[in-house]
């Protein structure tokens, strides 16, 4: 874990309520400029980890460091953090503009200067024709962006969002999550941000932590939490995944030959982390997204290809997801494009299900 120069360190950071570990140990480096998110289902101990770096909840152990200064003990409104919230928190009697300039008058910024300053982040987040209105003239997409600028107008060191995007609907969310992104690289903002969305984890993010019950899963950049997952809660947990029951014949260093029920052996890879549980005999699981999965026929060029027949189909626009019960009565998802590639196929009809080696991963139980 590189920590030299970096924006964010996390050291043991624990959170106890009596012996209720709500965090139990979060370790973590972030660099200057980068975008984190931590992703987890409810109650895995996001907001906790977020708090505890705003100085708003104080940490039972551990250490908290930003540009490498010790704040786990520094009071929140010194630790230079900018921070954005679901529920916006603006304050209702104040215009669009004296909401943003407000963090600079709390910090002895001149009027004139403050309101210049404040007008150039509302200018930023596309609202200078609303920049006299109040709060409650403004759509939940507009107070956002208000809460936004409001959170950037002072250059913190830090951003803190915690389900920002929570309250919109789908397509401000995405229109919302591009601006959010775009600002963040055009400032070279250090963001943490809290989301259980897993595609705005996976489009937003430099780096992504994927907790589970206080503790960090794993950590890593999107393409890798979702290709090379290093365990079965990760794969479960983003995006969509099967889960083949197998039995390992054989392995080496990279790869592993196992067979599913009678249905034949299979080539598939061996991932470091994976391997511990997973000696020859062990009963394991065959980790492979749908999209990954290809109905075909006995003459197509995939390494590994099981009999199996058509279950269900789900029409989901631009592809089809097959429900497929292979030859042993285990169940997969296979995603196709529908781009009229492949032959027709319904329930009842009779397919192989073929993959290339590297797509499938063996994971232990
Ligand atoms: P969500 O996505 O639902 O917001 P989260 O991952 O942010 O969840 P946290 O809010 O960090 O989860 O809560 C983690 C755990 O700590 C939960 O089980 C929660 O019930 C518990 N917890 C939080 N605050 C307290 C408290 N004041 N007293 C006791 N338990 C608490």
């Given at each position: 874990m590189a920590t030299s120069g970096a924006a964010l360190q996390l050291k043991e950071l624990q959170r106890y309520y009596e012996s209720f570990g709500a965090v139990r140990g979060v370790s973590l480096s972030l660099e200057p400029g980068q975008f984190l998110t931590l992703l987890g289902p409810s109650g895995s101990g996001k907001t906790t980890t977020l708090l505890m770096i705003a100085g708003f909840l104080e940490p039972s152990a551990g250490e908290i460091l930003i540009n490498q200064r010790p704040v786990t003990h520094i009071a929140a409104h010194k630790r230079d953090i900018g921070m954005v919230f679901q529920n916006y928190a603006l304050f209702p009697h104040m215009t669009v503009t004296d909401n943003v300039a407000f963090p600079?008058?709390?910090?002895?910024?001149?009027?004139?200067?403050?309101?210049?300053?404040?007008?150039?982040?509302?200018?930023?987040?596309?609202?200078?024709?609303?920049?006299?209105?109040?709060?409650?003239?403004?759509?939940g997409g507009q107070q956002q962006r208000v809460a936004l600028?409001?959170?950037?107008?002072?250059?913190?060191?830090?951003?803190?969002?915690?389900?920002?995007?929570?309250?919109?609907?789908?397509?401000?969310?995405?229109?919302?999550?591009?601006?959010?992104?775009?600002?963040?690289?055009?400032?070279?903002?250090?963001?943490?941000?809290?989301?259980?969305?897993?595609?705005?984890?996976?489009?937003?993010?430099?780096?992504?932590?994927?907790?589970?019950?206080?503790?960090?899963?794993?950590?890593?950049?999107?393409?890798?939490?979702?290709?090379?997952?290093?365990?079965?809660?990760?794969?479960?947990?983003?995006?969509?995944?099967?889960?083949?029951?197998?039995?390992?014949?054989?392995?080496?260093?990279?790869?592993?030959?196992?067979?599913?029920?009678?249905?034949?052996?299979?080539?598939?890879?061996?991932?470091?982390?994976?391997?511990?549980?997973?000696?020859?005999?062990?009963?394991?699981?065959?980790?492979v997204r749908p999209e990954r999965l290809h109905l075909c026929t006995p003459d197509d060029h995939y390494h590994n290809k099981l009999s199996a027949s058509v279950v269900g189909e789900i029409y989901l626009g631009d592809a089809t997801l097959f429900r497929v019960r292979l030859a042993d009565g285990q169940e997969v998802r296979v995603k196709r494009p529908n781009r009229g590639i492949g032959a027709p196929l319904h329930p009842g009809d009779h397919c192989f299900v073929g993959w290339q080696t590297d797509d499938g991963v063996l994971l232990r139980h």
């Open positions: 600079l008058k709390m910090r002895g910024i001149a009027r004139k200067e403050a309101r210049e300053q404040a007008q150039h982040f509302i200018e930023k987040v596309g609202l200078e024709r609303f920049a006299r209105r109040f709060p409650a003239q403004l759509s600028a409001r959170a950037l107008v002072f250059s913190p060191s830090l951003v803190l969002m915690d389900e920002p995007l929570g309250a919109l609907d789908r397509r401000l969310r995405l229109q919302m999550q591009e601006e959010i992104k775009k600002l963040q690289v055009d400032l070279g903002l250090t963001v943490v941000y809290v989301t259980h969305d897993q595609e705005e984890a996976l489009t937003m993010s430099d780096r992504v932590a994927v907790m589970e019950n206080g503790l960090i899963a794993s950590f890593g950049p999107p393409k890798q939490i979702y290709e090379a997952p290093d365990n079965r809660f990760v794969a479960g947990f983003i995006g969509e995944s099967n889960f083949i029951q197998c039995q390992v014949r054989q392995q080496d260093q990279n790869y592993a030959l196992a067979a599913v029920g009678d249905c034949g052996d299979v080539r598939v890879l061996m991932r470091q982390s994976a391997q511990a549980g997973a000696s020859a005999s062990d009963d394991s699981v065959i980790f």
